[in-house]
C-alpha cells in the first residue's frame, strides 16, 4: 500500500519472512518489485482480470518447479481495492526537488501511498525526507 498500489491478491501465507522472501524471489520472474511512480500516480485503471491472469500464471510456476513451496500457495482469489484521498486526478506530474526550490506554494490534493500531491502537479515521495523537519502553513 505504501507505494500506491490499489488492487492486491494474496499469492501465499507462509510462516515466516524467509520463506515469503524466496517466494518473492521466484516470482521476479514474473513481476517487476520497480514501481512506475508516474504511471501509479496516474493511472487508476488495473484490471482485475490481468491481476488474476498474472496470480494463476505464478501460482501455477511455483507449483511445477518448487513444489516445496506450493504448501503456502493461496487458492482464495479474492481481491483487495485499496482507494486513497484525491481530490483530483492530475495527467502530468513533476517531482519534487529540493535542491531546485525547497518551497512548494500549493494546495495538497491527494495522497497516495507514500505521495503527495498537489494541485500545481508537483508530486512529492515523502520517503525522501524521513530525517527532515518541514514546515506545514495551513491557511
Given at each position: 500500500?505504501?507505494?500506491?498500489?490499489?488492487?492486491?491478491?494474496?499469492?501465499?501465507?507462509?510462516?515466516?519472512?524467509?520463506?515469503?522472501?524466496i517466494i518473492e524471489n521466484i516470482s521476479k520472474k514474473?513481476?517487476?518489485?520497480?514501481?512506475?511512480?508516474?504511471?501509479?500516480?496516474?493511472?487508476?485503471?488495473?484490471?482485475?482480470?490481468?491481476?488474476?491472469?498474472?496470480?494463476?500464471?505464478?501460482?501455477?510456476?511455483?507449483?511445477?518447479?518448487?513444489?516445496?513451496?506450493?504448501?503456502?500457495?493461496?487458492?482464495?482469489?479474492?481481491?483487495?481495492?485499496?482507494?486513497?484521498?484525491?481530490?483530483?486526478?492530475?495527467?502530468?506530474?513533476?517531482?519534487?526537488?529540493?535542491?531546485?526550490?525547497?518551497?512548494?506554494?500549493?494546495?495538497?490534493?491527494?495522497?497516495?501511498?507514500?505521495?503527495?500531491?498537489?494541485?500545481?502537479?508537483?508530486?512529492?515521495?515523502?520517503?525522501?525526507?524521513?530525517?527532515?523537519?518541514?514546515?506545514?502553513?495551513?491557511?
Amino acid at each position: 500500500m505504501d507505494q500506491g498500489a490499489i488492487l492486491s491478491i494474496i499469492l501465499a501465507i507462509t510462516p515466516n519472512r524467509y520463506i515469503a522472501g524466496i517466494i518473492e524471489n521466484i516470482s521476479k520472474k514474473f513481476l517487476s518489485d520497480r514501481t512506475n511512480y508516474r504511471k501509479m500516480l496516474i493511472i487508476n485503471n488495473i484490471k482485475t482480470n490481468n491481476l488474476l491472469f498474472i496470480k494463476n500464471k505464478l501460482y501455477n510456476y511455483i507449483f511445477k518447479n518448487f513444489i516445496i513451496y506450493s504448501k503456502y500457495l493461496n487458492i482464495n482469489n479474492k481481491i483487495y481495492k485499496f482507494k486513497y484521498p484525491i481530490l483530483k486526478n492530475i495527467r502530468k506530474i513533476i517531482l519534487f526537488n529540493r535542491k531546485k526550490n525547497n518551497i512548494i506554494f500549493s494546495k495538497l490534493i491527494g495522497i497516495k501511498g507514500q505521495y503527495l500531491i498537489f494541485s500545481n502537479k508537483t508530486v512529492i515521495n515523502i520517503r525522501n525526507f524521513i530525517g527532515y523537519i518541514i514546515d506545514i502553513i495551513i491557511y
